[in-house]
């Protein structure tokens, strides 16, 4: 039986794989957990926790071999192969993921763009040419795309997935703003950048919050040594 990974776990592989390819650029060719944790601000212990899911692949006084280690954890996320993408959606943001050329280089191939507009169709987002909506079904059938990448207006967005999963569609990158209620073999990664924004607005206003408390506190301080000066 194989065992249950937590979402937290998996959460944090981008960002191991992220780190590690760092390293290799740097030509780095071992790592300790104590090393890696210093760049990531993650503890030894929880790295070594959540590569212990997957096999350690570390060696006591020896550490992790870099590239073994990047090797592997693309292998865990899939990006040993490829994956094939549609976006619906040739606005900003879906020519803005088109034209990202990273995602290509992990794997992620962006095969056809998709929108409603007829002003668009015909251009390329990416090198790739935008295709009519009315075209999007026949595509799906024939090319058997895995990921539909959703970047339209929200009061579209069900029924637009509902359809493309319908058709064989197995994975859905939703960029906009409605919860999507599909069948549990289908995979939704969310991505809420409004959501994104107002995190960050609170980490902002509570850092703002944090400095003012610790100088209230320094001037409070302040004036009890001057007051006490004063009484001496």
């Excluded at 290799?24 to 212990?52: G, P």
């Excluded at 058997?144 to 990158?173: R, Y």
Aim: aromatic share 8%.
């Amino acid at each position: 039986m194989q065992k249950a990974i937590s979402t937290a776990v998996i959460k944090r592989l981008p960002r191991y794989y992220r780190y590690l390819g760092e390293l290799r650029k740097q030509e780095v060719v071992r790592i300790s957990s104590k090393e890696l944790s210093e760049r990531m601000n993650v503890t030894a212990s929880q790295i070594r926790q959540d590569l212990n899911n997957f096999g350690g692949f570390g060696q006591q006084g020896y550490g992790y071999n870099v590239e073994h280690l990047y090797t592997e954890i693309g292998k865990i996320l899939g990006l040993d192969q490829e994956h094939k993408v549609v976006i619906i959606g040739a606005g900003n943001l879906g020519q803005a993921i088109a034209n990202y050329g990273d995602f290509a280089r992990r794997g992620f191939a962006i095969k056809a763009v998709f929108d409603i507009k007829q002003e668009l169709i015909g251009k390329e987002a990416g090198g790739v040419k935008i295709r009519s909506m009315s075209g999007l079904k026949e595509y799906v059938l024939k090319q058997k795309p895995e990921i539909a990448a959703l970047t339209i207006p929200k009061e579209h967005a069900a029924q637009v997935a509902n359809d493309v999963v319908s058709w064989g569609i197995k994975a859905i990158w939703n960029f906009t703003p409605t919860e999507l209620r599909l069948p549990k073999d289908v995979v939704v990664e969310n991505v809420h950048l409004t959501e994104s924004l107002m995190r960050l607005s609170y980490n902002i206003r509570a850092a703002q919050e944090k400095k003012e408390q610790e100088l209230g506190k320094q001037i409070a301080a302040e004036a009890c040594m001057e007051s006490a000066a004063t009484e001496e």
